[in-house]
Structure formats: C-alpha cells, structure tokens
T-cell receptor
C-alpha cells in the first residue's frame, strides 16, 4: 500500500543509452513531479504535471521527456544518457487546492551512468 | 521569488541532548514552510509544515518548529535526540497555498553520537 512508488530503485547503464523511470501514486492526487538530487544532495524540481498536463518545466535538457498516461502515473524517459545525469531522481505527488498541498515523495531511483 | 538557507551543513549532537537545525527563508509573499527528513538511501518524509495558522508547529517523532516572521526563520528543534534521528534534513519554502513550486534548502546532516 505504498503511496508513491518508483521503479527501478537502482539503474546502472552506459553513456548513450536510453532509459525510463516509472512512478505511480495511489493517493488520488492530481499533480505529480520529478526532482533531481545531485551528489551534494541538492534537490531541484524538473517537471510537474497536473491532470496529465505539463505545468512546470524547469531548465532541463530536452533529452528528458516526462510522460503522463493518466493522473496516477508520471514516467521519466531519458535519451542519450550522459555522465552528468547520474543522480537520485525522486517522484512526488500532491493534491492542488488543499492548504497547503503537501508533496509526498517516492523512495527515489539512483541512476548511475558509466 | 523565494529562497531558503540552511545555516549549518552538518550538526552533531549527543544522544539525549537537544537538537537545533536552523533555517532562514526569503519570500515575496506569505510562505508555507516544510521540514522534510531523508534517512540514508531512503525517500523524503514530511516532518511538519507551517500554513499560517499556529506559529509553533508540532511534527512527527517529537520535532517541532517555530515560524518567526520578524526573523524570517523556521528553525527545527527536538528536546532530546535519538540515534534514529540521524539523517539529512531539508527546509523547504513555497508560496502560501501552493506546493507546486517547492524550493529546497541545501540540507543539514544530523549526526547523533552515543
């Protein structure tokens, strides 16, 4: 009964490959997010989707493409992986309109690019 | 614009002694403020949140934080540290009522000594 789940938990791959990370939430929230946590543990938002529509798109290379098949899922696809993409990626969800709408985070996916 | 500064990157305390993790924020509007905790190789867990109601906010595991507008601070405290409190703590700010655009502090690593 995990609220926000991500798969895989660990992902090791070679430079130049394409990979996807999946996120699912069972909280009934209407907004989902992707964050990147770098090696210094700094967290920065990458994308946000509300009801399957993109509402936040920070300065992220276009090799990163989020896809939301429905409001319970937000997947992250990364093309042509680079060494600098190595990080922990967190998915989160919230219900916009609550006061304040608290974000609930998944366990993270540790991506290592060799 | 909004920002948050965590004044200490590392804090070390002895078990049973008080914990103080400092956070200052900057926000053009009335902010909402959060503290999240990240245990090693785990996701982010919400400790507590300030929503412009009571200025003293109680969270889980005996933590609390006080919102001081005059000092633009939201410091996290606990009267008595436990070994299980050792983790990374993040102070987070967002515009009041909207958690869409969370801005994270750089984190404070709490070490609890036996």
């Amino acid at each position: 009964d995990t609220a926000v789940s991500q798969t895989p938990k660990y992902l090791v791959t070679q430079m130049g490959n394409d990979k996807s990370i999946k996120c699912e939430q069972n909280l009934g929230h209407d907004t989902m997010y992707w964050y990147k946590q770098d090696s210094k543990k700094f967290l920065k938002i990458m994308f946000s989707y509300n009801n399957k529509e993109l509402i936040i798109n920070e300065t992220v290379p276009n090799r990163f493409s989020p896809k939301s098949p429905d409001k319970a899922h937000l997947n992250l696809h990364i093309n042509s992986l680079e060494l600098g993409d190595s990080a922990v990626y967190f998915c989160a969800s919230s219900q916009v309109g609550t006061a304040p709408d608290t974000q609930y985070f998944g366990p993270g996916t540790r991506l290592t690019v060799l | 614009a909004q920002s948050v500064t965590q004044l200490d990157s590392h804090v070390s305390v002895s078990e049973g002694t008080p914990v103080l993790l400092r956070c200052n924020y900057s926000s053009s509007y009335s902010p909402s403020l959060f503290w999240y905790v990240q245990h090693p190789n785990k996701g982010l867990q919400l400790l507590l949140k300030y929503t412009s109601a009571a200025t003293l906010v109680k969270g889980i595991n005996g933590f609390e934080a006080e919102f001081k507008k005059s000092e633009t601070s939201f410091h996290l405290t606990k009267p008595s540290a436990h070994m299980s409190d050792a983790a990374e703590y993040f102070c987070v700010v967002t515009l009041s009522g909207s958690a869409r655009q969370l801005t994270f502090g750089s984190g404070t690593q709490l070490t609890v000594l036996p």
